[in-house]
């Protein structure tokens, strides 16, 4: 148990529809990441949330919307999505007051969009 | 930018042998964090072991331990006695050192190498 926790585990959506995926993480840190996993691809880092603050956005398409109402919960909202946009969504923390603070990951969720 | 480069996409090692997975990564900073991770078939992100660039000392974790050669900026995983519960994917990260603004706080990832064990 990493104490970062992501819900659904698993998800299925036509291209028309609306979802929400949920990260939780109940170890007291600061910063929040979502980052985007791909068959044979580096991992992709999407966004950054610093104290409930977006820092970072890494020219992800629209039809992704983050939201952090709180230093512990974060959520990706997904809309008229594209079959590309199949892949495993791994939500991470991290302290915010260190250069040595690692980051811990949730499970993932494995999104397929048809 | 950083980058980071596994270039062994599978490896598969007998039960109690060891194996080496190899990581190089290109940076222009000389000083940063590189990590381990592994990612086990749960899809959780564990981190196995961490190497501080100013340290010249190899980490080391239980059967886990590094060849961190700055110079040549190369990071290479040794797992010693080799077992079942070791077969995962195994992610080489890079981080930055300084923390001038919050956003580089985050980790650049190689593409993965997965470790298959052989009864």
Same mark, same amino acid.
């Given at each position: 148990e990493?104490g970062?926790?992501q819900?659904?585990r698993h998800?299925?959506m036509?291209m028309?529809?609306?979802?929400?995926?949920?990260?939780?993480?109940h170890?007291?840190?600061?910063? #929040?990441?979502?980052?985007k996993?791909s068959?044979?691809k580096p991992?992709?880092? #999407?966004?950054?949330?610093?104290?409930?603050?977006?820092v970072e956005?890494?020219?992800?398409?629209?039809?992704?919307?983050?939201?952090?109402?709180?230093?512990?919960?974060?959520?990706?909202?997904?809309?008229?999505l594209?079959?590309?946009?199949?892949?495993?969504?791994?939500?991470?923390?991290s302290?915010?007051?260190s250069g040595?603070?690692?980051?811990?990951?949730g499970?993932g @969720?494995?999104? @397929?969009?048809? | 930018?950083?980058?980071?480069?596994?270039?062994?996409?599978? #490896?598969?090692?007998?039960?109690a042998?060891?194996?080496?997975l190899?990581c @190089?990564?290109?940076?222009?900073e000389?000083?940063?964090?590189l990590?381990w991770y592994?990612?086990?078939?749960?899809r959780?992100m564990i981190?196995v072991?961490?190497?501080?660039?100013?340290?010249?000392?190899?980490?080391?974790?239980?059967?886990f331990s590094v060849n961190f050669?700055?110079?040549?900026?190369?990071?290479?995983?040794?797992?010693s006695?080799?077992?079942?519960?070791?077969a995962?994917m195994?992610f080489?990260?890079?981080?930055?050192?300084?923390?001038?603004?919050f956003?580089?706080?985050k980790?650049t990832?190689?593409?993965?190498?997965?470790?298959?064990?052989i009864?």
């Amino acid at each position: 148990e990493t104490g970062v926790t992501q819900t659904p585990r698993h998800l299925v959506m036509g291209m028309t529809n609306k979802k929400s995926l949920k990260c939780e993480q109940h170890l007291g840190h600061n910063a #929040m990441y979502w980052y985007k996993q791909s068959a044979k691809k580096p991992l992709e880092l #999407m966004f950054v949330y610093s104290l409930e603050e977006r820092v970072e956005n890494n020219s992800v398409p629209s039809r992704f919307s983050p939201e952090c109402p709180n230093s512990s919960h974060l959520f990706l909202h997904l809309h008229t999505l594209q079959p590309e946009d199949s892949a495993l969504y791994l939500c991470a923390s991290s302290q915010d007051d260190s250069g040595a603070t690692e980051a811990f990951f949730g499970q993932g @969720t494995r999104l @397929t969009v048809v | 930018a950083q980058t980071v480069t596994q270039s062994q996409p599978e #490896m598969s090692v007998q039960e109690a042998e060891t194996v080496t997975l190899s990581c @190089t990564y290109d940076t222009s900073e000389s000083d940063y964090y590189l990590f381990w991770y592994k990612q086990p078939p749960s899809r959780q992100m564990i981190l196995v072991i961490r190497q501080e660039a100013y340290k010249q000392q190899n980490a080391t974790e239980n059967r886990f331990s590094v060849n961190f050669q700055k110079a040549a900026k190369s990071f290479s995983l040794k797992i010693s006695d080799s077992q079942l519960g070791d077969a995962a994917m195994y992610f080489c990260a890079y981080r930055t050192f300084f923390i001038s603004n919050f956003g580089n706080e985050k980790l650049t990832f190689g593409t993965g190498t997965r470790l298959t064990i052989i009864p």
